[in-house]
């Protein structure tokens, strides 16, 4: 077995906090992991990236070749195109779909969006509102792991054992935060795949999410909802016009 | 067995601690930082070693140098630009010899990351006739720290660490050993050796010159320099390059490999893979040093050797796996994506808030009525006032050099001659040609761009700022009305420029301080 992940995004959203949680995993697994990173000039608002790779034998290269790349995981949605030719035939990507736009030249989001979901493979999550829901709006790499989460080697538990190792010394609270937005993104990306495995167009998936409780996100309900909704656009704006959070289990009042 | 997830610099830094240092010593530099930031945190609590940073690196080497003489291990460490600054002391260091062991790690960049050149150490290293280790992996950079320490005791001459910014940036599992003792204050009483008269120093530099087949048979033997003959194929590799090769092997290729990780190099092994092959590719993340030494003038007669130096290998920029494998002549790995085609780039930028983005919409306006005005700049988070939007400043050499060229151009009768420094690297490069510039009475204009802390390589200490810069701006004998504060903040912008261009006017030498603090300092300290 070996995983090799391209963590993405932009300097200062804290891919390597991700990287945090997936090293220590990794060595408490007891498997072999190397994770590049880039320090200096380039962390001033520009484009960063970190390789991180594990396995059960030894790791050569720092840096992970092209067509070797398991996942690419994202915080911000432009910074996919920046590395997906690295992936291998089958590879995932596992995007934020919040844009971060310190550049006058950011393409126009919903067609950037559109693209991505025209990927083969990809797990697309609303991190600012998961991070938002969760209690603070710097928790989207936490919603972004948490929803690549169930594409890696490592059970839950254990990777929220390091999110609170990471945050402990900024107090509980902040803990806590983190460990929500985590869980939310985790069950956020299993319910996006649920939907998009039952056939539902993966844009639609993704602003049915997002009308969702985050508390009550259960993958298990995402075949109802699929069916429910399926590819009808009036439908969803049905769904999408209520005035509050609905509720994962709802599914039947909208069919 | 202890296992503690580390950074190539942090594996560096914590061998460093457990090999019995007494002191680290250094000045900021990416790749380099991380070494001493490690050993500084580390050590902080039970305060036996001494972590304090220093105003250059020619300072560092020296205060380690230092240490040594008293018979103490001491860690210096800077990245590849920074030793040109120290190379005086280090060159010397090569002669005198040492005491207590002295470790050089020099972090290298290729493919220029963070910096103005992609310099190769190793030279330095063969230049100076000592001892070189290039570690492959985390484990190597901590486990060299033992060797490298013992052999600088042993041999008496100072050992380089040769690190690139794959490795000093890159996490991996290390085991540790248990911390040796610290050694005794021992002063080295030889007079001799530490004093370079040329009597003395034809002495010292014979006995360097004698050391060397000793140092040769240690690379010989050494388990970091392994040859597996197989065949007709050769590869040399040299450090991470090791790592790339394998990447793209099958176990049972066909390969002769040489791989080199230990310094000065191994001959007789480079000998015995030379007549086993008849092809031989050469793969090092640098310059090839190996490469034009195995080649030499005329090349081999029997076998045919590729490299950068014939392009089989990109003659510059870092070594990947992706160019080791068509080096290799083996077929690209399919992908699921083509790579897409015009992403929008995201170049660093000064933060929001920054107090060096006032300074300069300042410093443009106040220029505007000159033609076409060029700002000679120094290196520091203000470089970044090159890109736009602000497109200030046009020049960028080396750490100190914006007065110094700014001063050579008034003296070919350029004018404004501007030079934009920032505190820290005017504590490091700027003091001497500021003194230069004032007692030759020199036209020229400098701004002071003080905010207070090191920024770009993560905020650390600044030696002179505040009150302390303005003393050793006084110092150099600069006349009181033409040393001037400004606070750059949008609010002050129009008195700023007033300030700026009264002083543009001015025929002599001027110095304006644009003092605000850091914001990204404030908001570290702040949590």
């Known amino acids: 077995m070996e995983k090799n992940i391209i963590l993405a995004g932009v300097g200062g959203q804290g891919i390597l906090s991700i990287a945090f949680v997936i090293d220590n995993a990794a060595l408490d697994a007891g498997y072999e992991f190397k994770q590049a990173e880039v320090h200096g000039m380039a962390q001033r608002g520009g484009a960063v990236q970190s390789n ?79 991070a938002r829901a969760a209690g603070n709006l710097r928790a989207q790499n936490m919603v972004a792991v948490g929803a690549a989460s169930p594409l890696l080697d490592f059970k839950e538990d254990r990777l929220l054992t390091f999110v609170e190792m990471l945050f402990a010394r900024k107090g509980e609270k902040i803990v806590e935060v983190n460990k929500r937005a985590f869980r939310f993104g985790r069950a956020a990306g299993l319910f996006f795949r649920g939907l998009v495995d039952a056939s539902m167009p993966r844009l639609a998936a993704l602003s049915l999410i997002g009308k969702l409780d985050p508390e009550t996100i259960d993958e298990t309900h995402a075949g109802a909802w699929a069916e429910a909704i399926g590819t009808d656009q009036a439908k969803l704006e049905t769904v999408l016009a209520e005035e509050e959070a609905v509720a994962s289990d709802r599914a039947a009042a909208f069919a | 067995m202890n296992r503690e997830i580390l950074l190539g610099d942090d594996a560096v830094g914590l061998g460093a601690i457990h090999a019995g240092i007494s002191g680290v010593y250094g000045y900021p530099g990416t790749p380099s930082t991380e070494i001493f930031e490690f050993v500084e945190r580390r050590t902080k609590k039970a305060g036996n070693v001494h972590a304090f940073w220093s105003t250059n690196e020619k300072v560092a080497y020296e205060e380690a140098l230092g240490m040594s003489w008293a018979g103490k291990r001491a860690l210096v460490c800077m990245k590849h630009v920074g030793l040109n600054v120290a190379a005086d002391a280090f060159m010397n260091s090569a002669v005198t010899g040492t005491n207590g062991g002295l470790v050089l790690a020099v972090a290298d960049d290729p493919g220029m990351h963070s910096s103005q050149n992609e310099q190769d150490s190793r030279y330095f290293a063969q230049f100076a006739l000592i001892p070189c280790f290039e570690p492959r992996n985390q484990q190597e950079c901590y486990d060299m720290m033992f ?93 991470l390059a090791g790592n790339y090769l394998r990447e793209n092997l099958d176990p049972d290729h066909d390969f002769s490999i040489l791989s080199i990780c230990q310094y000065p190099l191994p001959a007789g092994k480079v000998r015995e893979l030379v007549e086993h092959v008849d092809e031989l590719l050469i793969l090092e993340d640098g310059y090839p040093l190996v490469e034009s030494a195995v080649r030499g003038l005329f090349g081999l007669e029997n076998v045919r050797i590729s490299g950068r130096m014939t392009e089989e290998v990109p003659r510059t920029g870092e070594l990947n796996p992706d160019i080791v494998r068509e080096a290799l002549g083996i077929e690209p790995l399919p992908t699921a994506y083509e790579p897409a085609s015009e992403i929008s780039n995201r170049p660093p930028a000064l933060c929001k808030g920054c107090p060096h983005t006032d300074s300069f919409r ?8 000159f033609d076409n005005p060029q700002v000679f700049s120094d290196i520091g988070c203000y470089t970044l006032a090159a890109l736009p939007p602000l497109e200030a400043v046009h020049s960028c050499v080396a750490m100190g050099a914006s007065i110094g060229m700014a001063a050579g151009a008034a003296h070919a009768g350029y004018s404004p001659a501007v030079a934009a420094i920032g505190d820290s690297t005017f504590s490091h ?86 003092r605000r603090a850091c914001i990204e300092a404030l908001r570290t300290k702040s949590t």
Not at chain 2, 452 to 465: C, P
């Open chain 2, 362 to 369: 300042a410093l443009n306006e106040a220029l505007n009525n």
């Open chain 1, 52 to 130: 991180l790779r594990y396995g059960d034998s030894e790791i050569w290269s720092d840096i992970i070749p092209t067509g070797r790349a398991d996942m690419v995981l994202s915080i911000e949605p432009l910074e996919v195109l920046r590395y997906q030719h690295y992936l291998r035939p089958g590879g995932w990507v596992v995007t934020s779909t919040t844009p971060y736009v310190n550049i006058p030249d950011y393409p126009e989001s919903q067609s950037l969006l559109a693209d991505l979901a025209d990927l083969e493979n990809i797990v697309m999550v609303d991190t600012a509102h998961f």
């Open chain 2, 429 to 514: 490069g700027g003091i001497t040609p500021m003194l230069s510039a004032v007692q030759q009475n020199v036209n020229l204009n400098v701004l002071v761009v003080d905010n207070s802390t090191v920024g770009m390589t993560g905020t650390q200490r600044s030696m002179s700022t505040g009150s302390t810069l303005d003393q050793i701006i006084l110092g150099t004998g600069i006349s009181e009305d033409h040393f001037r504060i400004i606070e750059p903040t949008p609010r002050n912008h129009d008195q700023n420029v007033a300030v700026m261009r009264e002083e543009l006017a001015y025929d002599g030498p001027s110095v304006i301080v644009a």
């Open chain 2, 147 to 239: 060797e490298a320490f013992e052999l600088s005791e042993e041999l008496s001459v100072p050992v380089m660490i040769r690190l690139v910014t794959r490795i000093a940036h890159s996490r991996a599992g290390v085991a540790t050993q248990e911390q040796l003792p610290q050694n005794e204050l021992d002063p080295d009483k030889q007079i001799k050796k530490w004093t370079l008269l040329p009597s003395n120093a034809r002495v010292q530099y014979k006995q360097l010159t004698e050391k060397q087949p000793e140092l040769l048979r240690r690379a010989e033997d050494s388990t970091h320099n392994s040859l597996e003959l197989r065949g007709k194929k050769g590869v040399i590799v040299c450090g």
